[in-house]
C-alpha cells in the first residue's frame, strides 16, 4: 500500500460506524455479509452496505459474491461478501504510530539532509493539514480521526486532552524531536480540518501525550 493509500485508508476508518464494521470483518473467520454485518451492529443494511463499500473503495476490504454453504447452485440470490484486504493496517493497544514518524523522518532527510528537524517539522505538519483536509472533505469529526489516530481524545471544558501517545517509545528516547514533530503534526491536521475554534499546545503530562488542544478565547 502506497503512503497515499495509506492516508486513504485512514481518512476511511475516521468515521466510528466505518470502523466498527472494518474492525468486525477483520475479526470474522469467514467472508461477511451485509446482512451479518448489519445485524452486528443493529445498523440498516442499506447503510451497512455502503459503509462497507467504501472500506473496499479505500483498499481495506475486498469483496465478491459467494453463495452460502447450503444454497443449491443456482438457487436465489447470491450475496455479496466481505474479508480484509492485504495486510490491512496495523492496530496495537494502546495505538502506536511508529510508521507515520519514520516516513516524515525519511522524507524530510530525503527533501533537506543539511536541516533535518526543521524540514521534519514542514514535512510533519502538511501531513497532518493533508488528513485534517480529507476529515474535513468527508464530513467526519476531528475526534474521530484523533481517535483513529490512537490519541484517544478527552474531551473536557475548554481543552481536548490526549490520553495516549502514537509514538510513545520514540517520545521517550528523543523527546524533544518526537514532541516538536507531533505538535507540528497536530497542529498540520487542527489547521486542515478547519478547526480555528482549537489550537494545540505542548503540555507534556505523565502517562499522556505531549500535545494538548485548548479552546481558543472568544473575541
Known sequence: MSTGDRWSAMAALVDRSRRALYDYVCRADHPVTREEAAEAHGMSRNLTAFHLDKLVESGLLRSR?????????????????????????????????????????????????????????RHARRRGRDLGAAVRDSGADLAG??????????????????????????????????????????????????RTDLLPRLAPHPGACCVRLDAVPER
Open 145 to 194: 480521526a484523533l481517535a483513529g489516530l490512537g490519541f484517544e481524545p478527552e474531551a473536557l471544558e475548554g481543552q481536548v486532552l490526549l490520553r495516549n501517545c502514537p509514538f510513545h517509545a520514540l517520545a521517550t528516547r528523543q523527546t524533544a524531536l518526537v514532541c516538536g514533530l507531533n505538535h507540528a503534526f497536530l497542529t498540520g491536521l487542527v489547521d486542515g480540518a478547519g
Open 65 to 121: 459474491y459467494e453463495p452460502p454453504a447450503d444454497q443449491p447452485r443456482g438457487r436465489g440470490r447470491t450475496p455479496k461478501v466481505y474479508e480484509t484486504a492485504g495486510d490491512g493496517v496495523a492496530i496495537t493497544v494502546p495505538e502506536r504510530r511508529y510508521e507515520l514518524i519514520a516516513e516524515i523522518l525519511a522524507d524530510a532527510v530525503a527533501d533537506d539532509p543539511h536541516d533535518a528537524p526543521e524540514a521534519a517539522r
